[in-house]
């Protein structure tokens, strides 16, 4: 399995960890926005492009910088409003980041763009409330494809 890939997965199960009721997709052909969004929130890990890598010759080494598009959305329940539940879902999520900045050393290093947030219109009485960041993983590998 290609380091990106492993990356990728190991993402999706920090994530699923670290936010245990929402339901978490991608790397599955299950990237499509949701008609409707579960109680819990949805989070959605795109593949993202790890983009044109930086070589170093000596020994051979690609260095990636990896642009993962991260989806969050969340919906009001009866005592948190859309963007208090979209906030803490965020804050778990930046924490497990915290916590494990190289993924167990699957890479060198995990940064975060600060989100945005606003209402998505999906079918239901209140919109959600939806936020998309990019975490960018830095990694190294000794192929263009592995």
Do not use: Q
Not at 53 to 76: C, G, K, Q, T
Not at 98 to 122: F, N, Q
């Amino acid at each position: 399995m290609s380091k990106k890939l492993e990356i990728l997965k190991k993402l999706k199960l920090l994530t699923a960890v670290a936010i245990p009721l929402a339901e978490v997709v991608g790397l599955d052909g299950e990237e499509a926005a949701p008609a409707r969004v579960p109680a819990n929130g949805r989070i959605i890990i795109r593949t993202g492009d790890p983009g044109e890598p930086e070589i170093d010759l000596s020994p051979l080494a690609y260095n990636w910088s990896h642009r993962i598009p991260i989806e969050f959305v969340a919906v009001e329940t009866a005592t948190l409003t859309s963007e208090e539940a979209l906030d803490n879902m965020l804050v778990r999520f930046g924490a497990a980041i915290a916590a494990d900045r190289h993924l167990g050393g699957l890479c060198d290093w995990l940064g975060i763009a600060a989100p945005g947030s606003e209402d998505i219109y999906t079918d239901g009485a209140e919109p959600p409330r939806g936020a998309e960041l990019v975490l960018t993983a830095n990694y190294v590998t000794d192929s263009e494809l592995s």
